[in-house]
């Protein structure tokens, strides 16, 4: 059959308020142009983030009655621990209470002030930590992972020759380096095995630790399995065991492929960087077999992490994504190319030409997808990298003006894809008319979230 259907069945519905266009004005202007700002009551379709936004199975569900919530000790902790173990293979399984908590504590155990940490690129809240360390966020992608309409496959890739070049140079330190998978800030591109493995061997070479963010690990296991010569006929757990295998440890959001709605860990394989990082970790987060989750959360993701590797689901979420991607391409919209993992990427640039970096294309874009049809996005552009200085100038983001969609795991159905496929034709159809935006407030870390906007 051609028809993919969806590979479960609801059994539990939440309604969508159904909102005009009059109100979605207003509501715009009172969140000042930044959907961040909106109630998610008066959102439609909410794709700003796949984040904790999935849906639990039955199975999940069922787990969270099991929840241990003992302050020491705890079961559930140990029905997590024994899962992560089994799936990375790594030693010491920290749970942290989403992914930048793991952040920022491994960074503040093995990164001073001055510092060079590369990545493929690093997520914002990844950079954001590592720049609150007073180190330096170093994104060295494939030259393809910046050019948003080359379609070829791993676009996701580091680039290992600008690696070599660092480690070689004498003025610099490099503590670590990382991979994210997917790379989720250039389009949610897959990174090929080859490209892990060399990066590891490079790493183990000079004696420097090497670590995944690995939030979407299990759908960089499924691109890995369909593309990469020679895994066809590897199982997903095989790629994971892997993929992990040639890491010293890894940060995690378990909000995305734990398919729960909060959770994280710091996974390593070093005894002192563990005890470290739970030293820290008692210190903000909690004691180390809850790390900030109650017992419940660690039974959702130990359930969840294991569903995130099945290969019926697997195949519905990266088709899904496919699905919409090629219908915005039939309609002449410019999208990161090929489709990746969790989300699709509307290159906003080439959506308004006429509008410049300054004025946020990707911002106008967002506001635009709301006011249309009350759907939210996110922009991933100027906005999310661009920097104030203290003088008030900005500092250029070099790279691309995108517009995320990012879809929440297991919750829309195809109608829903539809809706949005309909609602950004319409903003495409009266793009011209589209005014910029620009910024009237923003905080001095991580902008995208909190500023205020006005239209020029
Ligand atoms: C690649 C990547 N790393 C890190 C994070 C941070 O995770 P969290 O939101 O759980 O703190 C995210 C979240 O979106 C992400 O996509």
Same mark, same amino acid.
């Given at each position: 059959?051609? %028809?993919?259907?969806?590979?479960?069945?609801?059994?539990?519905?939440?309604?969508?308020?159904?909102?005009?266009?009059?109100?979605?004005?207003?509501?715009?202007?009172? #969140?000042?142009?930044?959907?961040?700002?909106?109630?998610?009551?008066?959102?439609?379709?909410?794709?700003?983030?796949?984040? $904790?936004?999935?849906?639990?199975?039955?199975?999940?569900?069922?787990?969270?009655?099991?929840?241990?919530?003992?302050? #020491?000790?705890?079961?559930?902790?140990?029905?997590?621990?024994?899962?992560?173990?089994?799936?990375?293979?790594?030693?010491?399984?920290?749970?942290?209470?989403?992914?930048?908590?793991?952040?920022?504590?491994?960074?503040?155990?093995?990164?001073?002030?001055?510092?060079?940490?590369?990545?493929? %690129?690093?997520?914002?809240?990844?950079?954001?930590?590592?720049?609150?360390?007073?180190?330096? #966020?170093?994104?060295?992608?494939?030259?393809?992972?910046?050019?948003?309409?080359?379609?070829?496959?791993?676009?996701?890739?580091?680039?290992? *020759?600008?690696?070599?070049?660092?480690?070689?140079?004498?003025?610099?330190?490099?503590?670590?380096?990382?991979?994210?998978?997917?790379?989720?800030?250039?389009?949610?591109?897959?990174?090929?095995?080859?490209?892990?493995?060399?990066?590891?061997?490079?790493?183990?070479?000079?004696?420097?630790?090497?670590?995944?963010?690995?939030?979407?690990?299990?759908?960089?296991?499924?691109?890995?399995?369909?593309?990469?010569?020679?895994?066809?006929? +590897?199982?997903?757990?095989?790629?994971?065991?892997?993929?992990?295998?040639?890491?010293? $440890?890894?940060?995690?959001?378990?909000?995305? *492929?734990?398919?729960?709605?909060?959770?994280?860990?710091? &996974?390593?394989?070093?005894?002192?960087?563990? %005890?470290?990082?739970?030293?820290?970790?008692?210190?903000?987060?909690?004691?180390?077999?809850?790390? $900030?989750?109650?017992?419940?959360?660690?039974? &959702?993701?130990?359930?969840?992490?294991?569903? #995130?590797?099945?290969?019926?689901?697997?195949?519905?979420?990266?088709?899904?994504?496919?699905?919409?991607?090629?219908?915005?391409?039939?309609?002449?919209?410019?999208?990161?190319?090929?489709?990746?993992?969790? &989300?699709?990427?509307?290159?906003?640039?080439?959506?308004?030409?006429?509008?410049?970096?300054?004025?946020?294309?990707?911002?106008?874009?967002?506001?635009?997808?709301?006011?249309?049809?009350?759907?939210?996005?996110?922009?991933?552009?100027?906005?999310?990298?661009?920097?104030?200085?203290?003088?008030?100038?900005?500092?250029?983001?070099?790279?691309?003006?995108?517009?995320?969609? &990012?879809?929440?795991?297991?919750?829309?159905?195809?109608?829903?894809?539809?809706?949005?496929?309909?609602?950004?034709?319409?903003?495409?159809?009266?793009? +011209?008319?589209?005014?910029?935006?620009?910024?009237?407030?923003?905080?001095?870390?991580?902008?995208?979230?909190?500023?205020?906007?006005?239209?020029?």
């Amino acid at each position: 059959m051609k %028809t993919l259907f969806e590979p479960f069945r609801i059994k539990m519905v939440e309604s969508i308020r159904k909102t005009t266009l009059p109100e979605r004005i207003q509501i715009l202007e009172q #969140a000042h142009y930044n959907p961040f700002l909106i109630r998610s009551e008066d959102v439609m379709i909410d794709f700003l983030t796949d984040s $904790g936004t999935g849906s639990m199975s039955d199975h999940q569900w069922a787990a969270i009655m099991l929840g241990d919530e003992s302050y #020491a000790g705890s079961k559930s902790y140990y029905h997590f621990r024994d899962t992560v173990k089994e799936i990375t293979g790594f030693k010491h399984i920290v749970p942290t209470h989403q992914g930048r908590a793991a952040e920022r504590i491994l960074f503040e155990c093995l990164v001073k002030p001055g510092d060079v940490v590369p990545n493929n %690129t690093h997520f914002d809240t990844t950079r954001a930590n590592i720049e609150y360390a007073e180190a330096q #966020a170093l994104d060295i992608p494939i030259p393809e992972g910046l050019l948003p309409s080359v379609s070829i496959p791993f676009k996701g890739n580091l680039d290992l *020759d600008q690696l070599r070049e660092l480690l070689a140079r004498t003025d610099i330190h490099i503590p670590l380096a990382m991979i994210t998978i997917t790379n989720n800030a250039e389009g949610g591109q897959p990174v090929s095995m080859e490209n892990i493995r060399e990066t590891s061997r490079i790493m183990r070479d000079k004696g420097i630790p090497f670590f995944l963010d690995a939030c979407r690990f299990a759908e960089n296991a499924y691109f890995i399995q369909r593309d990469e010569p020679g895994y066809q006929d +590897k199982t997903i757990d095989e790629i994971c065991r892997e993929m992990f295998s040639y890491a010293d $440890g890894c940060t995690m959001s378990a909000k995305k *492929d734990g398919m729960a709605n909060i959770g994280g860990f710091l &996974a390593v394989n070093n005894d002192e960087l563990a %005890t470290n990082a739970r030293n820290l970790l008692i210190l903000t987060e909690g004691f180390p077999s809850y790390g $900030g989750l109650a017992g419940r959360d660690l039974e &959702a993701l130990a359930v969840g992490l294991r569903e #995130a590797m099945q290969p019926d689901y697997l195949e519905y979420r990266i088709r899904t994504v496919a699905y919409m991607g090629e219908r915005l391409v039939k309609r002449g919209i410019d999208i990161v190319q090929p489709t990746g993992g969790h &989300a699709i990427f509307i290159d906003a640039g080439r959506f308004y030409p006429h509008l410049d970096k300054s004025v946020y294309p990707g911002q106008v874009l967002v506001c635009e997808l709301y006011r249309i049809g009350g759907i939210r996005s996110v922009e991933i552009g100027s906005v999310m990298f661009g920097k104030q200085n203290a003088d008030g100038s900005e500092d250029e983001y070099l790279g691309p003006e995108l517009v995320r969609l &990012a879809f929440p795991r297991r919750t829309y159905t195809q109608s829903h894809f539809d809706y949005a496929i309909e609602v950004i034709a319409e903003a495409f159809q009266n793009r +011209k008319m589209s005014k910029g935006l620009r910024i009237v407030k923003q905080p001095k870390f991580l902008r995208h979230f909190t500023a205020h906007f006005a239209p020029v």
